[in-house]
């Protein structure tokens, strides 16, 4: 049974941060997928049945970029131009060419500037799949309906406006989605992704696949790890911890 480590990034910097690995790390991280030999798929390539041509019928990854953090278009890109890796931008459109410091931010975040419309425009050119990520990436699941259509509507707008085609592909915000949020994504894009760790498998709903938190295998000796056949014991652990962590 093929699987897909769908591996999540932020900013590419050396704060240390949750959110972030270092320019070098990420070179080891893109490096080892290559060696591996294994396929990285298109992010997009996932809306669809592993079976349809072309087949998902190996272990791969995929690479995707949360927030449209600058050091991405500054580090991450040309790293992965280098080696053909396609990958997805997931974009907070009212904040493009600000900072990440919108309503709700995290004291403990970071601030970082973001990409603006005119890098993204030259990545999407270059073969970046152009994802959304929401207006002001608020916690979905507690907002109201109406409020949620206006987010999801809201940041496909914003693309097509600027770039001139519609976005196919969404993340959920810190991956908080229930029912009502699926079924509103799934009513406007083509696939959404969320923050459940755990690759993901040809059964899983595409309007809540899995991806993978980079930061715990920031380091090149972790990231071999995801190259283990025990990895999939690895990710449920780190789940099972997650879960104790939160009920604390």
């Known amino acids: ?30 490096d080892a997928v290559a060696r591996s030999g294994r396929p990285v798929i298109p992010p997009s390539r996932l809306r669809h049945s592993f079976a349809e041509s ?7 990854f995929a690479f995707t970029f949360d927030d449209g953090f600058a050091t991405v278009a500054e580090f991450a890109a040309p790293i992965l131009a280098e080696r053909g890796f396609r990958y997805a931008l997931f974009l907070v459109t009212s904040w493009v060419g600000k900072t990440n410091d919108w309503p709700g931010q995290p004291g403990w975040v970071v601030r970082a500037p973001l990409m603006g419309w005119d890098t993204i425009g030259r990545l999407a050119a270059a073969g970046a799949e152009i994802g959304v990520h929401t207006m002001d990436h608020p916690d979905l699941s507690a907002l109201s309906d109406s409020a949620i259509v206006e987010q999801l509507d809201g940041c496909a707008q914003e693309v097509e406006r600027r770039l001139g085609t519609r976005p196919r592909l969404f993340a959920y915000p810190g991956g908080r989605a229930d029912e009502r949020c699926r079924r509103l994504a799934a009513a406007r894009f ?33 990231f071999q790890r995801l190259l283990s ?20």
């Open 1 to 30: 049974m093929s699987r897909v480590a769908v591996l999540t990034y932020h900013a590419l910097d050396s704060t240390g941060s949750v959110l972030s690995v270092t320019p070098a790390e990420f070179r080891a991280h893109v």
């Open 54 to 60: 072309p087949t998902v019928d190996r272990d791969g």
């Open 190 to 222: 083509e696939a959404a992704f969320g923050t459940r760790h755990a690759r993901m498998m040809d059964g899983d709903d595409r309007f809540d696949i899995p991806r993978i938190e980079t930061y715990y295998f920031h380091a090149p000796d972790q």
């Open 229 to 248: 056949p025990r990895i999939d014991e690895r990710l449920a652990a780190r789940r099972l911890l997650r879960r104790v962590r939160r009920l604390g």
